[in-house]
């Protein structure tokens, strides 16, 4: 089986990939099906257990589109997948901004981080300008805003509204334009292939995210951070990032790592991703709201897509650059 | 041009409609919505469903928005907008154009308070609401309430910025027999101002 797989081209084994992501899928997808079928009893366990698959359905329904999403990154080709990923960016930072009060004064600092900073910093992954790519944002950007914001002459709550607006731009632009970055980056014997670390990057962190999920509502420990979030506790969370790093240890064949390499990245890649959420939690509860899309009253037209991408968001960055640095590419 | 125009709109603002209340329904109605940009026109009719926007004309502003030949164009070729003065011209009443509308069949979208805001809460409404609703006592008189049009494009700037935005649509209200005219108008305001935390 490994003799066959290993002696496919790079194209084909990427293929053969999604082959099997997508008849995984279409396994569940027609097992949650058929439970829908089930004929509901009498009982407040059987009404509970109905919830749970509809919320189970749910998170299916999110997982075929990121899958989709990604095949057609890769089938289309590197330059799409950037695009595909900017607009990814465009619509997060639309919903990060439109929970984060602004004033008219923060108009043409808006108009900058949408329609420069944004395309700018894609453009430098997708042409692999990578020394100006890292810094583009935290040193060059981390000026223009406020002086921006500046000029506009209102010194209302200045620090704050900028704060804001550059953790936008981290977030949604810096953090998701190190997706498509991986596509890019050049590794000895590895042409052909960066698909898979893409891959390997969200299959970690996801199935970290996950099992800390699922172990936090079998254990019903006390939360750590209760101000927080209501379910983040350590023990879960080891074991999250636990079973996300050995997960990552078997996945090294995919990658260009050796399985002790790829245990340390899926590790560097949960704990950032993992945490990232956390402080996504946190932002949230400080604008009052408990996710990014709908449940909120009176923002609409959202779909919680920031909710979805925020681990990814914060793992990217730091794994490309574990990868970067550690490999020196 | 116009579905160019939806296109652009949707990305940048999500242009969702709720419906609370009330079903978009093809009758006529006039639809009365809180102000604060002159994008809220654009706005309230990127919400609509395809089948209503057809038969649906905004109110705009004769001044702002027949200023340049191409706001003239869009108005007229894509909103099919009713024109008013907000100043008066001589005897002519201001209402004319909507109650030709209203008699031709189509429904209208009003910005009761007459000018934009920049204040949490809409100003007093004008009066017009309540004269046209004496003219045409059938027709369905519905609330909606704009969100965040206003962070979208504020006064004076040129380029829009991705904001989402939403306009809620309410229970329709009616004139009670014998109601005054400020109370209707009052009840009217709090209809509007009620939808923005549904």
């Known amino acids: ?329 | 041009m116009s579905l160019f125009l939806l296109g652009l709109i949707r990305l940048l603002t999500g242009a969702q409609a709720r419906w609370y209340g009330c079903p978009p329904k093809a009758e006529q109605r006039i639809y009365f919505a809180n102000h604060q940009s002159h994008a809220d026109l654009v706005m309230i009719w990127a919400a609509l469903p395809q089948e209503l926007r057809g038969i649906t004309r905004p109110i705009a502003a004769r001044d702002y928005w027949t200023k340049t030949p191409f706001k003239q164009w869009i108005t007229t070729a894509v909103f099919n907008a009713v024109y008013v003065d907000r100043e008066r011209k001589g005897d002519e009443d201001p209402l004319q154009p909507l109650a030709d509308a209203l008699t031709s069949g189509d429904s209208i979208i009003i910005f009761p308070e007459g000018t934009r805001g920049n204040a949490e809460e809409p100003q007093p409404f004008k009066s017009g609401l309540y004269s046209l609703t004496q003219r045409f006592p059938d027709v369905v008189l519905v609330p909606a309430w704009i969100n965040n049009v206003q962070r979208v494009m504020p006064k004076g700037e040129v380029v829009p910025v991705p904001i989402l935005c939403s306009v809620t649509f309410g229970a329709p209200i009616k004139l009670e027999p014998g109601e005054e005219r400020r109370a209707f108008l009052d009840r009217a305001r709090l209809a509007v101002i009620a939808l923005r935390d549904v």
């Open chain 1, 1 to 329: 089986m490994n003799q066959f797989l290993r002696s496919l081209t790079p194209t084909q084994q990427v293929g053969a990939l999604f082959l099997i992501i997508f008849g995984i899928l279409v396994i569940i997808s027609a097992v949650a099906f058929l439970l829908t079928l089930r004929e509901q009893r009498e009982g407040a366990h059987d009404a509970a257990w109905h919830a749970e698959l509809k919320n189970f359905r749910k998170l299916l329904a999110t997982s075929w589109f990121m899958v989709v999403i990604f095949w057609v990154a890769w089938a289309a080709g590197e330059g799409v997948a950037t695009v595909l990923f900017a607009l990814i960016a465009f619509f997060a930072l639309r919903e990060f901004i439109t929970l984060s009060p602004t004033r008219r004064g923060d108009h043409r600092s808006l108009v900058l981080a949408f329609f420069v900073v944004l395309p700018i910093q894609f453009w430098l992954a997708g042409t692999e300008h990578f020394d100006l790519f890292t810094v583009f944002i935290p040193v060059y950007v981390f000026l223009a805003i406020p002086v921006v914001s500046a000029i506009a002459d209102d010194p209302e709550r200045f620090l704050e509204r900028n704060a804001k607006l550059q953790w936008g731009i981290m977030v949604c632009i810096y953090g998701m334009s190190h997706v498509p970055a991986l596509l890019l980056l050049d590794f000895r014997n590895y042409q052909g292939k960066n698909a898979f670390l893409v891959f390997f990057l969200v299959f970690v962190v996801q199935t970290c995210m996950v099992v800390q999920h699922l172990v936090t509502r079998k254990l019903k420990r006390p939360p750590s951070a209760p101000n927080v979030s209501k379910s983040f506790n350590w023990r879960s969370w080891f074991i999250g990032i636990g079973v996300g790093s050995f997960l990552g240890g078997l996945l090294s064949f995919i990658t260009p790592f050796k399985p002790g390499q790829a245990l340390a990245m899926a590790f560097v890649a949960c704990v950032a991703g993992s945490l990232g959420h956390l402080v996504m939690k946190a932002l949230k509860r400080d604008r009052g709201v408990t996710s990014w899309g709908k449940g909120r009253l009176s923002v609409t037209g959202a779909n919680g897509l920031l909710d979805r991408v925020d681990a990814l968001c914060f793992a990217a960055p730091v794994f490309f650059h574990s990868v970067r640095w550690y490999f020196g590419l």
